[in-house]
């Protein structure tokens, strides 16, 4: 049977790092397509010549034509600039939105059938842009965000009460701002509720409500943190490993319950708009949407972040996207 193929639009930081971890996997032959000239075709040269060291089989190819993404299975776009310190998501709106609609445009023409993980920022506008410009069912166009919130809360939920991050389970809703909404009631490590453990651990409800609170408000400001401390550029291991695990979801058709931005249609109370809920990724795409029970607050606080998406996609309706 033939590899399955992966095009990964945008060849830079999280676009090499994800070339590096699919080939790595052999999750997929690659295609990593950049404007810049040459510097795909390096990246893919420097890592294919790492096959033997590391044994894998997978083939990559660098290029600056869309022609090359013909026939691919998956689509992964990071193209479009990163935030630099100071700079709001919000911010690289109208840069992105014009590198958006070209690549809607050559995805479109050249790989018709493929599913589409976005990962360019303001990421709720623009995979709501890739969609509009490419008419492609909603199912097959879904945004990475909330696998990687996710694994941020869970870190930190981890490190802090000194457990393996492979038992925590923590969860992040909302759109991929700084209103996004870490789930706290249902947090755990393998079943075990992390505010009984922060309770335990602090003999006081209070304390363990603030040590929780600031984990939460780092975990909104987490892609913040990591642009400040690189001065040049925003997060991309986290980023790549997160979109890596959603492919895998769906060529594997694994069905995994992934927290990913995806089109609601009444979901959650919220219809046709993209936004980050936990959701079933197989071989169609995103399949399925598991919908939780929430209390005021957190309705409250979803309806808010609902809020930003939508304010997010009429600045960029009004910018004329
Ligand atoms: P960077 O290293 O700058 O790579 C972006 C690449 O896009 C560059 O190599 C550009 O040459 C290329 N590019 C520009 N215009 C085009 C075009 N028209 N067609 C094809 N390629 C083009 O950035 P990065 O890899 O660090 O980040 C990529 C994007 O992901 C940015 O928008 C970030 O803000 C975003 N990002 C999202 C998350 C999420 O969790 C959603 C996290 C981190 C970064």
């Known amino acids: 049977m033939a590899r399955k193929k992966i095009a990964l639009i945008g060849g830079g930081q999280i676009g090499g790092v994800l070339a590096q971890l699919i080939a790595h996997r052999e999750l997929a032959d690659v295609v990593l397509f950049d404007i810049v000239e040459d510097m795909p075709q390096g990246k893919t040269l420097d890592i294919a010549e790492a096959s033997r060291i590391d044994g894998f089989d997978a083939k990559l190819k660098g290029t600056n034509s869309y022609k090359d993404i013909e026939g691919s299975d998956l689509i992964i776009i990071t193209a479009g600039l990163p935030r630099k310190p100071g700079m709001s998501r919000d911010d690289l709106l109208t840069t992105n939105a014009k590198i958006m609609k070209s690549v809607a445009e050559g995805v479109k023409e050249n790989a018709p059938n493929a599913i589409v993980i976005i990962i360019s920022n303001p990421l709720d506008a623009m995979v709501t842009l890739f969609q509009r410009v490419t008419g492609f069912p909603h199912n097959k166009v879904i945004g990475q965000a909330g696998v990687l919130d996710s694994s941020r809360f869970s870190s930190f939920i981890a490190w802090e009460l000194d457990v393996s991050v492979k038992d925590v389970n923590a969860m ?115 399949e399925r949407v598991l919908e939780v029970t929430l209390n005021e607050e957190e309705q409250a606080a979803l309806d808010n972040s609902v809020n930003s998406v939508t304010n997010l996609v009429a600045d960029m309706e009004r910018l004329g996207f």
């Open 172 to 286: 992040v809703l909302g759109g991929h701002g700084d209103s996004m909404v870490p789930l706290v009631r249902y947090a755990n490590v393998n079943g075990v509720p992390v505010m009984e453990q922060l309770e335990r651990k602090y003999g006081d409800a209070a304390k363990a409500k603030e040590v929780m609170d600031a984990m939460v408000q780092r975990t909104k400001m987490a892609g913040g943190e990591v642009v400040k401390l690189l001065k040049t550029g925003s997060a991309f291991y986290s980023p790549a490993a997160a979109a890596t695990k959603m492919a895998e979801a769906i060529l594997g058709d694994q069905k995994r319950v992934l927290p990913s931005c995806v089109y609601l249609d009444g979901e959650f109370g919220v219809n046709g708009y993209y936004v980050g809920v936990p959701a079933v990724l197989g071989a169609n795409g995103c």
